[in-house]
């Protein structure tokens, strides 16, 4: 047990912490697919949230029509104050292209328009995915404790060890190796920001309603990565805090196909060197690759020994080829992003209006 400060604040849970948090002032946003419908994760995640007694769930559902009927009785099935945004509905994709902002869909554009919707009917929004197989009730109140405490950001930190192995391997060996190799040729504070969290691609964050509205996400898998950088501009270090939700176990995915690790990390990678460019850094991309593997190789020692030191299993070999295939991902970023709520050209609550109708319409 450590309790160490990192350059923000560091909440630790040294014995079963369970602070008392204001959770009937939050909305908690959970994003599924179909795919999540009565998954034993999911099951477990909406079963403890009963015992949580938050003001609102928003689940932004992305699903096929076909689907609707099966998800949304089994989403009623809960004894929650829960609210189905249809964010696939064809009237919702509609309104959004009347608006300017067709495209295309994703995790990222799922909790935006969910943001927008929880920052106008709460003092504070918390999201977390549907995938957590050790979710706890303590979760949302941890994260809420430090918003109600001076704080306006959150954001959860787990160890991902399961099955006698290290997993969190996009952290692990993109995300952590790249801020490394980007610090040791550029001084620069997003720079020391992003570098300073535990496990800064958890989906576990809290925000205050103010900056909720100021999130502005990429479509897809870079929310994560963009909501820090987000955060670093509107609240800073000071504002700022990291929160111990213990031990996770969550899906894993495979290295290739549509959905799998390769595609995430070249989302991953592009989200990043977006906010740093945003904020006055520019690598040079012609080396950045090279630079990254070498630093990623010593981070697959480092690796190595500390699974060593708690006899868990460890590929190297497997490892590396990863390392290999996020490197390909590195390359000058595309800087697409949604707009904060606080700019967006469309009201939230015209999205959940279009997307409850869409849904009433598709059941009746």
Not at 54 to 83: K, M, Q
Not at 157 to 185: C, H, K, M, Q, S
Not at 330 to 342: Q, T
Request: one cysteine or more; glycine letters at 6%.
């Amino acid at each position: 047990m450590e309790y160490v400060q990192e350059r923000i604040a560091t909440l630790h849970d040294f014995d079963s912490a369970a602070p008392s948090a204001p959770t009937d002032r939050a909305a908690v946003v959970v994003p599924m697919t179909d795919r999540d419908h009565a998954s034993l994760a999911a099951e477990r995640v909406l079963s403890t949230l009963e015992t949580v007694d938050p003001g609102e769930v928003i689940v932004p559902l992305r699903a096929s029509s076909e689907a609707l009927a099966d998800v949304t009785a089994w989403l009623s099935s809960f004894d929650l104050p829960l609210a189905v945004l249809w964010c696939s509905a064809p009237a919702v994709e509609t309104t959004l292209a009347e608006a300017g902002l067709a495209g295309h869909t994703g995790k990222g554009r799922d909790v935006w328009l969910a943001l927008g919707v929880a920052a106008a009917r709460a003092e504070y929004v918390v999201v977390h995915d549907a995938d957590a197989e050790s979710y706890a009730e303590t979760h949302v109140p941890r994260l809420l404790f430090p918003l109600a405490h001076g704080f306006d950001f959150s954001k959860g930190y787990y160890a991902r060890v399961e099955n006698d192995r290290l997993y969190g391997r996009l952290f692990r060996l993109l995300y952590a190796p790249l801020i490394e190799t980007l610090a040791d040729a550029h001084d620069a504070s997003i720079l020391e920001y992003l570098g300073a969290f535990r496990y800064a691609l958890a989906g576990e964050f809290g925000a205050t309603a103010d900056l909720a509205t100021r999130l502005s996400p990429p479509r897809g898998w870079g929310l994560e990565v963009s909501t820090l950088g987000d955060a670093f501009e509107a609240v800073g270090f000071d504002g700022t805090a990291q929160v111990d939700l213990g031990r996770h176990e969550h899906d894993h995915r495979a290295l290739s196909g549509p959905a799998g690790l390769g595609e995430m990390a070249r989302e991953v990678a592009d989200a990043l060197l977006t906010e740093i460019q945003a904020n006055g850094v520019t690598p040079d991309y012609e080396t950045l690759p090279d630079r990254y593997r070498e630093t990623a190789r010593s981070f697959v020692e480092r690796y190595a020994a500390d699974a060593a030191f708690n006899d868990l299993t460890y590929d190297r070999d497997s490892e590396r080829t990863q390392v290999r295939t996020y490197a390909d991902a590195i390359e000058p970023p595309s800087g697409e992003r949604l707009p904060a709520w606080r700019d967006a050209p469309v009201d939230p609550e015209r999205i959940a209006t279009v997307a409850r109708d869409a849904l009433e319409d598709q059941l009746s």
